[in-house]
């Protein structure tokens, strides 16, 4: 593997920018929660008050009113998607966040070095979001690409994304935790998660991985695994 041997880039700080991310990850879905609960509150006090305290069915409201109302549910059907993991962040899972263009084109260039080497290599995204980079490596590389997301809204997203690609993006989506991908079978694994799951998913990397599996982990580090490479915040390790 080309990448081996180069040593890992120095850090200014062990672990300040993992406590960066994580923040700015916070933040998002902060802001998004509020704005949630936000709506949600408006759209239910106009709701109540149209009609709990008046007679007035819902033809007779005006444009302005069935927009405010609707607005508001639209609001929140978009919000829903970042309400659920923002409470299971809690449980240590990862929020969603968007791995930015710069790491999605590091990730890409590899997957395509390695499909020249290995065109049949196989790639798994542990909470794979909006799919956005499975079906890219599946369409611009080749590669068989499968994501594992909790996020239901994220999977359907997902699966209408890799359905506008075909059929040149061999992508599957899977609606299950991340924990229950059988790993043996993947030469590629990424991951965009929190340092809680890196500490958990290192035990089940070294358990399942085959050697000379890569990992490829947007800003998160592997506890007890020493980086090949990095850059654009993507820390690539290559299982001996
Ligand atoms: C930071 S986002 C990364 C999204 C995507 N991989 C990307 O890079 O654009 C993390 C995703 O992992 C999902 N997730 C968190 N815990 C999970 C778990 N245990 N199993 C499957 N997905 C999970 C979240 O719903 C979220 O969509």
Known sequence: MSLAGKPPPRRKKKGAADDEVAEEVSSVEDTAMA??????????????????TSKIELRELSYAQLSVMGGCCALLCAL??????????????????????????????????????????????????NGQLVVEVAKQC?????????????????????????????????????????????????????????KKLEKKFDAELQPNALVCS?????????PVQEEAGVLVYHRD
Request: aromatic share 16%; hydrophobic share 50%; net charge positive.
């Open 80 to 129: 829903f998607m970042f309400a659920v993991p923002f409470l299971r962040r809690y449980g240590g899972n990862a929020p969603y966040l968007a791995t930015s263009e710069a790491a999605l084109e590091v990730v890409l260039k590899l997957c395509q070095d390695i499909s020249k080497k290995n065109p049949n290599a196989k790639l798994v995204d542990l909470g794979s979001g």
């Open 142 to 198: 080749g590669l068989q690409c499968e994501g594992y997301e909790l996020n239901w809204i994220l999977v359907v997203a997902s699966r209408l994304r890799a359905w506008a690609a075909r059929p040149n993006a061999p992508a599957t989506f899977h609606w299950r935790n991340m924990y229950e991908a059988p790993l043996q079978k993947f030469d590629i694994v990424f991951v965009f998660g929190v340092p809680e799951i890196m």
């Open 35 to 52: 704005i949630y609960l936000l709506c949600g509150s408006i759209a239910f006090w106009f709701l109540w008050r149209q009609f709990s």
């Open 218 to 226: 947007n800003q998160f580090k592997l506890p007890g695994w020493t």
